[in-house]
Nanobody, 116 residues
Framework: QVRLVESGGGLVQAGGSLRLSCAAS????????MGWFRQAPGKERGMVAS???????YYANSVKGRFTIARDNAKNMVYLQMNSLKPEDTAVYYC??????????WGQGTQVTVSS
């Protein structure tokens, strides 16, 4: 079983930055694909970014050029650096882990609020 704990959310003004962190435990972290998802009120949860076990990254079009995902396998950590934040980035952000195409381990989420 993989346990994921997010941190780093908060309130920031538009144009500001936040770095989300996700601490993983309970499994061989380096073998997992890691992803960040977000869910805004009244909307479905969607992928923001992912990073494979080999370090390949994917970004949703809405965050390309502003967000960066990174992992530190030695520390069992994955990060999401968020720059040039916009009010539409406001959501609960979730860290997720999976061995193949499906993410089947989820954190509890951290709230990000961007004020205009």
């Amino acid at each position: 079983q993989v346990r994921l704990v997010e941190s780093g959310g908060g309130l920031v003004q538009a144009g500001g930055s936040l770095r989300l962190s996700c601490a993983a435990s309970g499994a061989t972290f380096s073998a997992y694909r890691m992803g960040w998802f977000r869910q805004a009120p009244g909307k479905e949860r969607g992928m923001v970014a992912s990073i494979s076990s080999g370090g390949s990254t994917y970004y949703a079009n809405s965050v390309k050029g502003r967000f960066t995902i990174a992992r530190d396998n030695a520390k069992n950590m994955v990060y999401l650096q968020m720059n040039s934040l916009k009010p539409e980035d406001t959501a609960v952000y979730y860290c997720a882990a999976g061995l193949v195409a499906t993410y089947n381990h989820w954190g509890q989420g951290t709230q990000v609020t961007v004020s205009s």
